[in-house]
């Protein structure tokens, strides 16, 4: 029998005030990279002191939140967008693209080392390995949410998304009679969010920041972060629900999460390349 995904998506309520289960993934996320960072930066990576590593995870956060946002609204939600310009406020209720928030992180992270007269890659090589635990905790804010959801399985691990249009509208207390009576097995899902925390946090997170340990080439932590992300993002939207205002694009299968991984997979493939021409730093850098 599949699993009923019932988790209530707020997690304390305080009067008119509420606290969303994925506002706290992202504090988490927030929390983990800036615990692991500041970790690196005694470690004397980037050779950076508390503050100026602050002040990065700063620049880092603002570009997550507004790339991630913004990316989401144009490529996913810009009609919703013209018909309600306030809906780009609404972050507490999901909608936030990892596309746009790595542009936005790179932009951000460009600002910053600029200023600090800081090689670009350098910082970005540092910055990494801080990223997947916030991925991780990011799907797992997806699934409590009970949002992009994979699609229908006969697997013993389904899971049955109230929130799924098929079902939407049914009350609590009878999508549990239906549960129990078995009435809900055909509308089990993937837990596609769990597949991504699974790949895109955790193994890449240890195949990333176990790289950067040692001393590494410039561009060569980087790209494999790129390179991972892309190849964990493309297979995971094999078996992911399209984005219903999107559908497929092309072939019956290939969606705007794989269009978008691609640049990320050529990205990681070309700067591996690169970082066989570079010298390892007597001291980490990444």
Same mark, same amino acid.
């Given at each position: 029998?599949p699993? !009923?995904?019932l988790?209530?998506?707020?997690? !304390? ?5 509420q ?20 970790r690196r930066?005694?470690?004397g990576? #980037?050779?950076? =002191? ?5 002040d #990065?995870?700063?620049?880092?956060? &603002?570009?997550?939140i ?11 939600g ?8 306030l ?6 209720q ?27 890659? =350098?910082?970005?090589d ?6 997947p $635990?916030?991925l991780? %905790?990011g ?5 409590i949410?009970?949002? !992009?959801?994979? *699609?229908?399985?006969?697997l013993?691990w ?8 098929e ?21 089990? @899902?993937?837990?596609? +969010? ?8 955790? &193994?890449?997170?240890a195949? /990333?920041y176990?790289?950067?340990? @040692? $001393? @590494? ?6 790209? &494999?972060?790129? #390179?991972?992300?892309?190849?964990s993002?493309?297979?995971i939207? %094999?078996?992911?629900?399209? =984005?219903?205002?999107?559908?497929? &694009? ?5 969606t705007?999460? +794989?269009? !978008? ?14 970082? *066989?021409? +570079?010298?390892? $730093?007597? /001291?980490?850098?990444?």
């Amino acid at each position: 029998m599949p699993i !009923l995904n019932l988790i209530d998506p707020i997690a !304390l309520s305080l009067g008119p005030v509420q606290v969303h289960w994925y506002g706290l993934m992202y504090l988490l996320g927030f929390g983990s990279a800036y615990w692991l960072g500041l970790r690196r930066a005694r470690e004397g990576r #980037l050779g950076l =002191d508390a503050e100026q590593f602050s002040d #990065l995870m700063f620049y880092a956060m &603002l570009g997550v939140i507004l790339g991630g946002r913004l990316g989401y609204m144009l490529v996913y939600g810009w009609r919703e967008w013209i018909d309600d310009p306030l809906a780009l406020l609404r972050v507490w209720q999901g909608g936030m693209s990892f596309h746009g928030g790595l542009v936005g992180v790179m932009l951000a992270v460009w600002l910053w080392a600029r200023r600090r007269r800081i090689a670009l890659w =350098d910082a970005l090589d540092f910055v990494s390995p801080l990223v997947p $635990p916030g991925l991780a %905790f990011g799907r797992l804010g997806n699934y409590i949410g009970g949002e !992009l959801w994979g *699609r229908h399985t006969d697997l013993p691990w389904g899971v049955v998304f109230p929130r799924a249009p098929e079902l939407e509208g049914i009350g609590r207390e009878a999508l549990l009679a239906m549960h129990k009576a078995g009435e809900l097995n055909a509308f089990a @899902r993937h837990p596609s +969010q769990l597949y991504e925390a699974l790949l895109e946090g955790v &193994l890449l997170f240890a195949l /990333v920041y176990g790289a950067s340990r @040692r $001393p @590494r080439p410039r561009y060569l932590v980087s790209g &494999l972060f790129a #390179l991972g992300y892309g190849l964990s993002r493309f297979a995971i939207e %094999f078996v992911r629900e399209p =984005d219903a205002q999107l559908g497929y &694009l092309a072939f019956g299968w290939l969606t705007m999460g +794989q269009v !978008l991984s691609l640049p990320l997979v050529a990205l990681g493939i070309t700067l591996l390349w690169l970082s *066989r021409r +570079q010298p390892a $730093p007597a /001291v980490a850098a990444s």
